[in-house]
């Protein structure tokens, strides 16, 4: 991607970010941070600029560069192309997920975030051609040693805060060595809500890793005059009951968002 200026004016950005922004994690009880660019201004807001450096995990975030990558080497032949259930119940970190258990084409993978769609899929791409695309792309740290399929759920693959919203800018920009169409039917995969001024496109991830839940919300606001870029992670001990824990990743977010004026 063409390198993007990080503007360090101290109060509007980066401590202003962290501190005007970091007492919302401080009063939920939260641990993580918010990454945000303001692609009209060209300005980076972090809730905690350490934090949007750490790579972790990108859990079912990797489905917007992996539903490209699906398009892009044919292992769909398009968001339509259904693929059959093997008829067995299916479940995440030892929780059932019934809504996965039917067959299931690209569109209702991505929105249900099937894991079995997305690891069956994957088997039609050599792992050395995904390192080869993931390294073109800058997305994540290539190691891709993960002997399972979905090595973006357990492994050492990993990606930053900021290096998704780098990679979602990339996105929007078609600055991505897919093609055009491709790009844009992954762009109609991702919208999750549209009102009159304002689209996002987004995807939730969840992982777990050294003991902890790792909760992503990544994507982008459109409106009729911006466009805002953003990654939240939280973080909490696995052991640690917080029935809002996967709630939080958008309320967060979306608090933010609208102090900034964004929508």
Do not use: C
Not at 150 to 156: C, L, Q
Not at 164 to 178: A, M, R, W
């Amino acid at each position: 991607m063409k390198p993007i200026p990080i503007i360090f004016i101290i109060f509007t950005t980066t401590l202003f970010g962290q501190v005007k922004f970091q007492s919302v994690y401080d009063s939920l009880q939260l641990e993580g941070s918010t990454t945000i660019y303001d692609y009209k201004h060209k300005q980076w807001l972090f809730t905690d600029i350490k934090d949007a450096e750490i790579a972790t995990l990108p859990a079912s975030t990797f489905k917007i560069p992996h539903s490209l990558i699906l398009l892009e080497y044919r292992a769909v032949n398009d968001e339509n192309e259904i693929y059959q259930w093997d008829g067995e119940p299916k479940s995440h970190f030892g929780f059932p997920f019934k809504v996965w258990e039917h067959d299931t084409d690209l569109k209702t993978a991505y929105k249900n975030s099937t894991v079995w769609f997305y690891v069956k899929a994957s088997q039609k791409i050599k792992r050395n051609k995904y390192k080869s695309i993931l390294k073109k792309i800058g997305y994540g740290n290539n190691d891709l040693s993960e002997a399972g399929d979905d090595f973006w759920n357990y492994g050492d693959f990993a990606i930053s805060p900021k290096n998704q919203v780098e990679f979602l800018i990339d996105l929007y920009e078609n600055n991505l060595p897919f093609a055009e169409e491709n790009m844009e039917k992954v762009k109609q995969l991702m919208i999750s809500e549209r009102e009159e001024n304002y689209t996002f496109r987004d995807k939730t991830g969840w992982a777990r890793d050294n003991g902890k839940d790792i909760g992503w919300w990544v994507g982008y606001l459109t409106t009729n005059d911006n466009v805002y870029f953003f990654a939240t992670r939280l973080t909490k001990p696995i052991a640690e009951e917080n029935p809002n824990f996967f709630s939080r990743r958008k309320q967060v977010t979306q608090h933010i968002l609208k102090k900034l004026n964004a929508y």
